[in-house]
């Protein structure tokens, strides 16, 4: 790139916070916000525990009329990127909405709305089922309620890749902004998959922790004892634009977009290769196009799936591409308190990311209790520890192979 992309704004739902402020003060604490799933009956679910977001509706800055059209994960996204715009102190009376985009994804869609919609439906008949069943629930459906709100007419997408989605959306948004075809873009993801049908769909997966008895140390990634990882909700948006631009407007910047590696494991639609050859792929690609020596990486946010399988391939990887280097390097997994948002998780791990940037200090990976010898590096087990982070990457998998690695730094 031949301009830096600032990151000016940021805004999170999560199961630890719906502010900015909540959501550092709490992921400082170390603390898990993993509960059992309460809002409908569960019980029978294989898993049935998850990172939720409670009180949503009080944060909100919706019309009851608008939230009779969405589902709850273009709500989630509509709060969060109202908390990104006013963060990045976007004037949006005085702004080119003709250049303005929205980058976003999700791996699900929306099925409270669908679900409810299509047993009024089988219940009643076609005149049970609200018009607004069709926009609704698809996974563009946030993207399009967001530009919608805000009159946001500049080249928008959204992405569909699993686990990867977000990381996705963030760097394809990036690429918009240093290329000079938007001057700002709505850049995240969400997932709203505790409902009954979606929180189904994920149990099939075979993955998720089934610790129902106690659900505070049921998502422990790396740990001798893991047995899944748990699924959370929640949304998070970053407000992304030129470096010159962001200084001309006198806003404080985060940090910057600085590079992107990706590959497919070309082996299983649902299983990773047994091999850690395509994650390396994409961690030295992520490095190339950042232009950074390997011991220059000063933290790595991990993705932590809290399977035998994922997490000794995405260790060996680590090992195997920083070689002692790695013992040098901060590791740590945040999302092992409050869960991984599926297609949303990459925005919120950014999210926090960027703040231990700004404040030195790595969250921690809580419940690593019963070290694995085949996971042996220092995952910043439990507490938070001071350090100055200066450049970050941040991994993503999703099933059937699907790899990710963000290179972040700091201003």
Known sequence: MSERVAITGVGIVSPCGLKKETFWANLKRGESFVDEVTRFDASNYPSRIAGQVHELDHYTHLSG?????IDVFSHMALVASEQ??????MDLDNIDKNRVGAFMGNALGGWLFAETELRDMYIEGREGISPYMASAWFPAAPQGQVTIYYGFKGYSKTVVADRASSALAIWYAS????????DFVLAGGMEAPITPYALLSVNTCGKLSK??????????PYDLYRD???????????????????KKRGVSIYGFIKGVGFSSDGYHYSRYRPDSSSLEYAIEECLKDAKWDKKTVDYI????EASEI???????????????????ISLSAPKSMYGNLLGAQTALDLVATIFSMKNSIIFPTINYEMPDPYCDLDYTPNEAVNREIKKALIIARGRGGINVVLAVEKD
């Open 228 to 246: 899944g990882f748990v699924v959370g909700e929640g949304a998070a948006m970053i407000v992304l634009e030129k470096e010159s631009q962001a």
């Open 175 to 182: 690429k918009i902004i240093a290329q000079g075809k938007n």
């Open 65 to 69: 009329r608008l939230l009779k059209k």
């Open 211 to 220: 610790n129902n008895c106690n659900p505070k140390k049921a998502y422990r």
């Open 301 to 304: 946010c991990l993705d932590a």
């Open 84 to 89: 990104a715009i006013k963060d990045s102190k």
């Open 310 to 328: 994922g997490d000794y391939l995405e260790t060996q990887s680590l090992k195997n591409v920083f070689g002692k280097q790695i013992s040098k």
